[in-house]
């Protein structure tokens, strides 16, 4: 996807970061620079604004976002953010231009809600990975070569069956469940049957993430899925209730007959695999 000398796009589409985070995004910048030869090229909508968590209004949000769509030169682009404010820009997004420029577009968290807006509105695929980890874990630089300057293959996934064992050929959408449900009742809420869901967390106990599975049973979308990729829940690990959470799922499993597969590898750790939305993917 990406080679040498490739201009890609920095950006904060949701919360803005914090000013005393700037000396980590150089860092950021020149490793880029230095170690895979890319020429990244920083959206005014990074740093936080008028004593606000924003990077700016909606609006200017959404054009940063599209001067990087338009700009023929950039090959990819990457959100350094999260927090709660992305859905905000996606009635100002230009799907028609979106799809036209058909680039990658790649982050985390809050961002499954642009992820999934865009593949639903245009069919684009994008990718559920947060670009910051390169600072965090040795093993990225690796991971970032294999996965956007080789070719991209599931061939390094670790994931464990938790139904009988079977083959899922399908597209993958969601990403973050809290942030997935904001699509729920809008324009930009995937409409594409017998996909796999992929669903992780970082906040939220069993409670909490029993009301997110019921309102997704709500929705209607566990009635269309083949199967559910389990990714990491941060909380729910740390509070040993892990059990809790499989038995949740396996019970809706059953009610409607799709697969449950588990990886440890996606998700909010600063190990954590880039992955796929939008992109028809085998589990076997």
Known sequence: MLKAGDKIGLICCSDGKRLEEEPEITKLVQLLKDYFHLQPILAPTIFQKNKTVFSGTPMERAQ???TFYNDFSIKMIF?????????SILTHLDYTAIEAANKPFVGYSDLTVVLNAVFTQTGSIGYNYQLSNLLK???QKNTFQHFFMDNLTLEDLNYTWLTEPKMVNSIV???NIRC????????????CSNFTLLLEARGGKIEQISCYLNQLEQTGIMQSCQAILLGQFTTIESENQESELIELLLYFAKKYNFSVIKTKEIG???DSLPFPIGQLTLFS
């Open 268 to 270: 909010h750790s600063t």
């Open 173 to 175: 959408i969601g990403g």
């Open 64 to 66: 940063a976002l599209m």
């Open 137 to 139: 874990d040795i093993k």
């Open 79 to 87: 959100d350094l953010s999260g927090g709660d404010s992305a859905n």
């Open 180 to 191: 997935m449900l904001k699509l729920a009742g809008t324009p930009y809420w995937p409409t």
